[in-house]
């Protein structure tokens, strides 16, 4: 079993703060390192340490698939960590920390039991053993594909809703599955997945030269959870925690994020009405038919056009 983190980043500070935390080296058998920064600024004396110029190099002509000043410049991450071989790649945000030595120790193997050992059986009422609930043998969901961490510290909330003051205290929820049918918004600071939903997990194009910020990792779930759900996938959502310190400013990723939220409205729209097929029997070819039809879906921005010729090229990649 091979592991590797994605951590994309701009903040030396935070970013060697996040190493000592967590001590990666003992927990990874992969740790890459994306700086968001046309030139690496800093050297860290890590071997899988890259910035726009390595990708460029590495890509060449397919490489403005990959977003700039915006965390879904993970993305490279993410393929080169599917290209080293892993088997679980997992990914945070540079201000996430473990909240106490435990989780610390625990993370990896909290997510990769969400994989592998999310049972078929649970409470009508979480933590109650209520009539019916078998003693012995609760099954396992064997097609659990992608393991969504949550966090305690600062939400997840989008500017607006960080601005209004309205912020109430969180209360985490058990692991659970998501319900067919439904989605919710995925987080990607806190996220883990099987080597073969990568094609999934496309951060989608934002930040520098692009329509909208802010909004990768949302809509990469939108694509993620329409393809599971045809598939017969599942995607849990809740362990392992970790702490969000919130790095940064609400004011700014109010510019950011203010032409995003209205096509936030429309966008999971537009994917739930792609048809997929029985011809689409696996996540790549789920993934190929989706940017197919972006590629020919017309928008005020002309983004999906746009974004179904970025996810062809991310197939193409996945598959050489």
Same mark, same amino acid.
């Given at each position: 079993?091979?592991?590797?983190?994605?951590?994309?980043?701009?903040?030396?500070?935070? @970013?060697?703060?996040?190493?000592?935390?967590?001590?990666?080296?003992?927990?990874?058998?992969?740790?890459?390192?994306?700086?968001?920064?046309?030139?690496?600024?800093?050297?860290?004396?890590?071997?899988?340490?890259?910035?726009?110029?390595?990708?460029?190099?590495?890509?060449?002509?397919?490489?403005?698939?990959?977003?700039?000043?915006?965390?879904?410049?993970? *993305?490279?991450? &993410? @393929?080169?960590?599917?290209?080293?071989?892993?088997?679980?790649?997992?990914?945070?945000?540079?201000?996430?920390?473990?909240?106490?030595?435990?989780?610390?120790?625990?993370?990896?193997?909290?997510?990769?039991?969400? &994989?592998?050992?999310? %049972?078929?059986?649970?409470?009508?009422?979480?933590?109650?053993?209520?009539?019916?609930? %078998?003693?012995?043998?609760?099954?396992?969901? /064997?097609?659990?594909?992608?393991?969504?961490?949550?966090?305690?510290?600062? %939400?997840?909330?989008? *500017?607006?809703?960080?601005?209004?003051?309205?912020?109430?205290?969180?209360? &985490?929820?058990?692991?659970?599955? @998501?319900?067919?049918?439904?989605?919710?918004?995925?987080?990607?600071?806190?996220?883990?997945?099987?080597?073969?939903?990568?094609? =999934?997990?496309?951060?989608?194009? $934002?930040?520098?030269? $692009?329509?909208?910020?802010?909004?990768?990792?949302?809509?990469?779930?939108?694509?993620?959870? /329409?393809?599971?759900?045809?598939?017969?996938? *599942?995607?849990?959502?809740?362990?392992?925690?970790?702490?969000?310190?919130? =790095?940064?400013? %609400?004011?700014?990723? &109010?510019?950011?994020? =203010?032409?995003?939220?209205?096509?936030?409205?429309?966008?999971?729209?537009?994917?739930?009405?792609? /048809?997929?097929?029985k011809e689409n029997?696996?996540?790549?070819?789920?993934?190929?038919?989706?940017?197919?039809?972006?590629?020919?879906?017309?928008?005020?921005?002309?983004y999906c056009n746009?974004?179904?010729? =970025?996810?062809?090229?991310?197939?193409?990649?996945?598959?050489?």
């Amino acid at each position: 079993m091979k592991t590797a983190l994605v951590i994309p980043t701009i903040r030396e500070n935070c @970013l060697r703060d996040f190493m000592s935390k967590w001590n990666v080296s003992n927990k990874f058998d992969e740790f890459i390192v994306i700086e968001d920064n046309p030139k690496k600024t800093f050297n860290l004396n890590i071997k899988n340490h890259y910035s726009w110029e390595e990708i460029d190099k590495d890509l060449g002509k397919d490489s403005w698939i990959i977003s700039r000043k915006d965390s879904s410049v993970r *993305s490279y991450g &993410l @393929l080169l960590a599917y290209k080293l071989g892993a088997d679980y790649i997992f990914t945070l945000d540079d201000d996430c920390y473990p909240i106490n030595e435990v989780d610390n120790c625990e993370f990896v193997n909290n997510h990769i039991d969400n &994989l592998i050992n999310t %049972p078929k059986w649970v409470e009508a009422i979480p933590n109650q053993r209520t009539r019916g609930l %078998p003693y012995f043998n609760k099954g396992v969901n /064997k097609n659990v594909v992608m393991s969504v961490g949550l966090w305690e510290g600062v %939400p997840d909330y989008d *500017s607006i809703q960080t601005l209004s003051g309205e912020n109430q205290k969180i209360s &985490l929820p058990e692991t659970k599955v @998501l319900p067919v049918g439904q989605y919710t918004p995925i987080c990607g600071m806190n996220l883990c997945f099987r080597r073969d939903f990568l094609p =999934a997990c496309y951060w989608l194009l $934002q930040g520098q030269g $692009q329509c909208f910020q802010r909004f990768d990792d949302i809509w990469m779930g939108i694509i993620a959870k /329409k393809i599971a759900d045809h598939l017969g996938f *599942s995607i849990t959502m809740g362990k392992p925690y970790i702490y969000h310190s919130r =790095a940064s400013d %609400p004011m700014t990723n &109010l510019v950011k994020e =203010a032409p995003g939220i209205k096509f936030n409205e429309i966008f999971w729209e537009i994917i739930e009405n792609i /048809k997929l097929t029985k011809e689409n029997y696996d996540t790549l070819n789920c993934m190929k038919t989706i940017g197919s039809v972006l590629t020919e879906t017309k928008d005020e921005f002309g983004y999906c056009n746009k974004l179904g010729k =970025a996810i062809t090229v991310w197939c193409k990649l996945i598959g050489n």
